[in-house]
């Protein structure tokens, strides 16, 4: 009932050529993706163009972040209406990188997820605890709070997906077992239901050192909905091989 979502998430990777190819590589297997939903996120500065090269297959864009403000000045910063205009239907929000290099908070988070949402857009959601706070045995309540103030007086739920990216997995070929994954998605669920009567239709994917060889195994667990892939989504045949192993 819920249509697996495949993201990847190139973050800051890709120079223009780069770029192109790597969409183009997609684009050229989307007819082997049954009902998974591909999407791809780029950095900003290729949006519109890779824009080009998937908008007449089925592959999706999206953008790995936003600001909440209209326009003004505000130097540096991408508006929900330039995203949506290069032809996004996707956002990214509150990624662990954004909050661990850039200052994102609980707060901002929430105020991105407004933002991108009354804009149309699809936001997704991330979140998940550090390895002391696994260690600690704290996952569950920062899942909690992450959840509760990413979600504070939010009720647009029919525009979101979320992720569950524990930090200690991203990038670090270290990968959450399905069990690990399932509980905290598990979790989620049950937060949603808290929230919606439509919790059993919003996708919760899991992110961290997802490869086309470990997907198999986790999308077969009830709660896992779909993948947000950082490096193996850099090269076509591992994000393809990663939406073939979700079928
Ligand atoms: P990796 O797949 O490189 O671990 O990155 C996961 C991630 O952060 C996706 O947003």
Redesign the pocket.
Known sequence: MRKTLVAG?WKMNMVADEALALAKGVVQSAGEFGQTEALVCPPYIWLSQVNETIKKSTVKLGAQDLFWEDKGAFTGEISAAMIKSAGCDYVIVG???RRQFFGETDRTVNKRLNKAVDSGLIAIV?LGENFQQRESGLTSSIISSQFENAFLNFDQFDKVVVAY?PIW????GKTASPEQAQEVHQQLRGLLEQKTDKYDTIRILY????KPGNAAELISKPDIDGF?????SLKAADFVGIIKSSL
């Open positions: 998430n990624h662990s990188e991330c990216e997995a991203i990038g670090t992110g961290g050192s997802v947000l892939v950082g490096g193996a």
